[in-house]
Structures are given as structure tokens and as C-alpha cells.
């Protein structure tokens, strides 16, 4: 490989190796910092889902609470009287929560509030007598309700552990239907809420999920399709019981800022990554060519001193200038010789033969 070709590929080296560590730090640092800022999004309404959630289950216990201590109650329950176990639950005027009395057979005396809950299309759930119990084993379903019960006795029963004692349970208890859904979802800004039992979707504030649709069945934050559309999406168990089975799943819109670098910015790098890969390229063949000419001449008049030839000009050099017409003789560098006159030694034989 000639000088001029390493002097250039040297230089493509210090200017694009630098570069490119720089972008893929900045891609790194931009990349976590989306992510972090999804993450807190999607914390965000979560936490604000569980505080609503949290107080309407507060509702719940104290209806059911203040249920049990109804003198009324447990007289009608204990006589079997329907209509007016029917009365006193429409008494509580309640809208949003489900009130209803079981006897301890499980049939239901009567039921108030919300007892007609919109879950998504395609969903099937348990009839409501199979719901009120604390532990419906074989039921699928029963994570839609999520509720508070007691059980009531007859006052003078002993042991009042037993079960001849016992007149029945009331429940108070919110459906976890698509409605509530959307109160709980009203401090959440953009995000959606979607229950889910399994992989399957129950209820969600998104409009166009149905039942045949499928969430992930595992927890965490992850990119994916819901209703056709890409979403970020973050999913826990709906509470802290241990075997819960329902699972919230908080999801949020994948545009540019929340779905971490699209494909757009990927193709802006990399453009600009070839761009500056060309104009160091031409950079470096310039400068490898300012350089490597005067040493390339200077290494040709080493070699031409190594063969002895010292009257070869420089290659590439201009020819002297010559003064004067072409007979004109060269000055000499040697310097001119100088006669000095020296005066005659003197005779003195001959001058003295003169005299005589």
C-alpha cells in the first residue's frame, strides 16, 4: 500500500471512528431516556388507576359493613323475606357498586346497584350466585368482581362458628367492566386501561378490543399491537392476594416520543454516518497528497544521492534561471588567482664588478 493510500486511511479512521463512538453514545443515552420517560408514564397512570381503585374498594367494605350491622337485615334474612331483603339493598341507593345477599344455601335474596356490567364483546361470565362466593373454584370469571363480603349470623346462636348459625353473606363489590374502567382511567391522561384474565381481554377503554383479541400473558413493559395499533404497554396483577388472576395492563400510544427511536431518526444517523464517512474520505486523499508529494520528491533525491548523481535537479522542481546569452561563461565558484610583485634581490658580486 503507497503512502498516500495509508496517510488516507488513517484519517478516515481518526475522524470516523470518533464520530461513530459519539453517535452510539448519543443513540444509547437518548434510548434510555425514552425508555425511562415511558416507564414513568405508564407508572404514572398506574398509580393513579390504583388510587381510585383503592378508594371505590374502601365504598365497598364500608356498604358492606354498614349492611351487616342493619338490624333489619338479619331479621329479614332470617325469615326468608325476599321482597324485603330487596328493599333494604335499594335503600343504600348505590349506583356503582353490586349489593347482593346470599343465603347460606348460596341462592341469591337480592341484589342492587350495578347489576348489569359491560364487559367486551365475546365475553362470557359466571352467573352471579357463582360470584358471591369467597373462593369459586372452577370459575374463570370471578376476577371480574372484585369485592368485599361478610357473613351474618344469628345473634344468640351458639357456637356461633357453626353452620346452622350462619343466615347468609352480603357482598358489596365493584364490576370490573369496561364502565369502571373509565372512571378509574380519568386521572390516567392518554393512556388506556385493559383487564385481562389470562391472555384474554375482559373489559378496556379501548373501543375497538374484543374478546378474541389476545394481551401478553406475562408481566412487564413491552411494544406491541393493541386493536390493531402499536402501543407500549405495561402489565401487573391487579392487586397485591396472593393467586390473583386478573391483570391490569396500562398501555399508552407508540408515536416517536414514547416508543423509543423509530425508523425515521435510525435512517437520519445513518445518513449522516455515510456522509461523514465520504467527506473524510475526500479530506484525507487531499491531505495525503499535500503530504506525501514533497516527500515522496524528497525521497527521490535520497535515492538519486545514494547512486552518486548529485547534478540531477529535484524532480518536479523548475530549471534555474540563466543570466545573460547562452556564451555567456558560467561564473566559477572557485576563487580568482592573484600575482603579487615581488621587488629583485640584490647583487652584490655584480655591482661590484660595475664599479671597477
Not at 121 to 142: F, H, I, K
Not at 238 to 267: F, H, K, N
Request: proline residues 6%; aromatic residues 4%.
Amino acid at each position: 500500500m503507497s503512502l498516500r493510500a495509508r496517510l488516507t486511511l488513517y484519517f478516515v479512521i481518526i475522524v470516523v471512528l470518533p464520530v461513530t463512538a459519539v453517535t452510539a453514545y448519543g443513540w444509547h443515552a437518548v434510548a434510555r431516556s425514552t425508555q425511562r420517560q415511558i416507564r414513568s408514564e405508564l407508572q404514572l397512570a398506574r398509580n393513579s388507576a390504583a388510587v381510585a381503585f383503592d378508594a371505590r374498594l374502601e365504598r365497598a367494605h364500608g356498604a358492606v359493613a354498614a349492611l351487616a350491622g342493619d338490624p333489619g337485615l338479619l331479621q329479614a334474612m332470617a325469615a326468608g323475606d325476599r321482597r324485603r331483603v330487596q328493599a333494604l339493598l335499594r335503600r343504600q341507593r348505590v349506583s356503582d357498586l353490586l349489593l347482593a345477599v346470599s343465603d347460606a344455601d348460596g341462592r341469591v335474596l337480592g341484589r342492587a346497584g350495578n347489576t348489569t356490567p359491560g364487559f367486551l364483546p365475546g365475553v362470557r361470565r359466571a352467573p352471579l350466585g357463582m360470584l358471591l362466593p369467597t373462593e369459586p373454584n372452577g370459575v374463570r370469571s370471578w376476577p371480574m368482581l372484585q369485592r368485599h363480603t361478610a357473613d351474618l349470623r344469628q345473634r344468640g346462636c351458639a357456637p356461633a362458628s357453626s353452620r346452622r348459625c350462619l343466615l347468609g353473606t352480603v357482598t358489596a363489590g365493584i364490576w370490573m367492566d369496561s364502565q369502571e374502567l373509565q372512571s378509574l382511567a380519568r386521572g390516567a391522561l392518554d393512556a388506556d386501561l385493559t383487564l385481562a384474565v389470562g391472555d384474554t381481554p375482559v373489559a378496556s377503554t379501548i373501543g375497538r378490543l374484543t374478546a378474541i383479541d389476545r394481551v401478553p400473558a406475562a408481566d412487564g413493559v413491552r411494544r406491541g399491537k393493541l386493536a390493531g395499533r402499536q402501543v407500549v404497554m405495561s402489565t401487573e396483577p391487579l392487586t397485591s392476594e396472593v393467586g390473583e388472576q386478573a391483570r391490569l395492563l396500562v398501555s399508552i400510544p407508540a408515536t416517536p416520543t414514547t416508543a423509543g427511536i423509530d425508523s425515521r431518526l435510525l435512517a437520519i444517523v445513518l445518513l449522516g454516518l455515510v456522509v461523514v464517512c465520504l467527506v473524510a474520505t475526500l479530506l484525507g486523499s487531499v491531505l495525503a497528497r499535500l503530504v506525501s508529494r514533497p516527500l515522496g520528491e524528497l525521497a527521490a533525491q535520497a535515492r538519486a544521492i545514494a547512486r552518486g548523481d548529485f547534478a540531477s535537479p529535484p524532480q518536479g522542481s523548475a530549471p534555474a534561471a540563466r543570466s545573460g546569452s547562452s556564451t555567456s561563461r558560467p561564473r566559477s565558484s572557485a576563487p580568482a588567482a592573484s600575482w603579487v610583485s615581488w621587488p629583485a634581490p640584490s647583487n652584490a658580486c655584480g655591482s661590484s664588478s660595475a664599479s671597477t
